[in-house]
């Protein structure tokens, strides 16, 4: 099953060097779910050619404007461009009053079922499910109600053994049952336990997001041993009180939590305008952690088992 | 006195082909006003090395989100990057409750004083004025409450002609007197007429902006005789009815209302996503009136008298 991220934006607060601000997508089975819609993204969408109409579901981390300003205008041409399929956003609160009142004045009566979904920052929050996959919202620590996000595949299927199942004659139509773990009776009464029919699934694989946020450990519970984790790293650790001050983490703070929680992979971002060179960012990361990468625009990273 | 026009962005409704949606700097003097703000307009500022703390006027037509959804991401900008100049926005009145849903909920104060001047669209109005420029807005035709704005060059002074005044011996502190009209009366009581002291000044250029609006002939009156006309032109005359019922214009259109009101020159934008290729709308415009030119991103347009 797919499930690759593409990072459309990376920077943060204000663009700068041609970097666009805070949006990724993840494709999981080849549905598309939108992380944050930074101002501009429905321009990256069409740079690297990914059609806003197979989104379906759009998350927004908080209401500081580098993490959502393209939303209105991706709602908008999705209208013009025709939708009529459902969409689902998730998202804080207010964001609901936002977007109403820019399709009040616009007359904009959206040509296509718009839900809205209300995060609350409290605790850990299943927000979504569907057969692929099970999504997490979760409090981060930042200036402003912030939420990180938790993907989940669901847990894959058993791999049917073929040989034994041939051997025993098990018709094909049981094996679905099998695959979600069913023992087989033969005709004689003899029982076959499902682990000898299957080899064992792979495990689940899962990403966690954390956009913006203090490095106050309040939130490392909910990002235990993710295949992926992609978190913040606004400054260079030299900048670590500024980093305090504005409720951000460095890049050598990013490696600790990814080192602390087990995670198999880094990916850092929302990179400061003061840095055009983001090689140093990097470089502190992988002296703690260094399966870590630079999130950057175009790249598309396959999460792994 | 520089009087030059920066085009932004000029694609109609959705971005298409890396076209942005409209925005332009008009450089009045060394000072700079922005005409409308679609979605990455503050990325185009950089691109082309545009300091946005350079602009102390914004203009907006109307609430459209092509034509000011990277409003709120520049006046964050603006904020982070440390402005402390004042800034005046001219738009529709809800646009002030825009902005300020936004700000509120990222908990933002801005650094800066911001003055929002409502636009009302009855009629001509003089919305703003300085040494340099009177700026007019003026109704359009569009679906929702739409503006087009004029930019009127202050009278130029006339040119003292030294040949004249040496020999009547005329002190120079008298001279930006002569250059605003006065006559000279030398120390035998005789008067020396200002049409004999001068050359007679250069005609005041002017520019108006006609962002979207359905060729009504209703706005034709403020439009008369301008250096350069910025009129939309969204579709080509074989969409005519399309363009009707959108409350938009033709490029064939255009060129007859660039006539009709005795302009000088003509850039036509706001060009549909449906052309890729953007040379059959000059073509059409260039059939009527032949000094018609493309609003392309990143072109200047110098304004002549």
Known sequence: MTFDLTILGSNSATPAYGRNQTSQVLNIDNKLYLIDCGEGTQLQLNRYGIKSSRIKHIFISHLHGDHYLGLVGLLSSMHLNGRREEL???GPGPLKEIIEIHLRYSETILRYPLHFIPLVDD???LIMENEQVRVYSFPLDHRISCTGF????????AKINTKVCDKLDIPAHLFSEIKRGADFIDTKGQIH???DLTFPPKVARSYAYCSDTINSGSYHQYIK???LLYHEATFLHEM???AKETYHTTALEAAMVAKKVGAKKLLIGHFSARYRDLDPLLTECRSIFPNSYLALEGRLFHIEN
């Open 88 to 90: 689902s956003i998730y």
């Open 123 to 125: 605790k850990e929050r």
């Open 150 to 157: 938790r993907f989940v595949e669901q847990p894959p299927l």
């Open 193 to 195: 336990e499902n682990a």
């Open 225 to 227: 041993k993710v295949d």
């Open 240 to 242: 670590e009180s500024r």
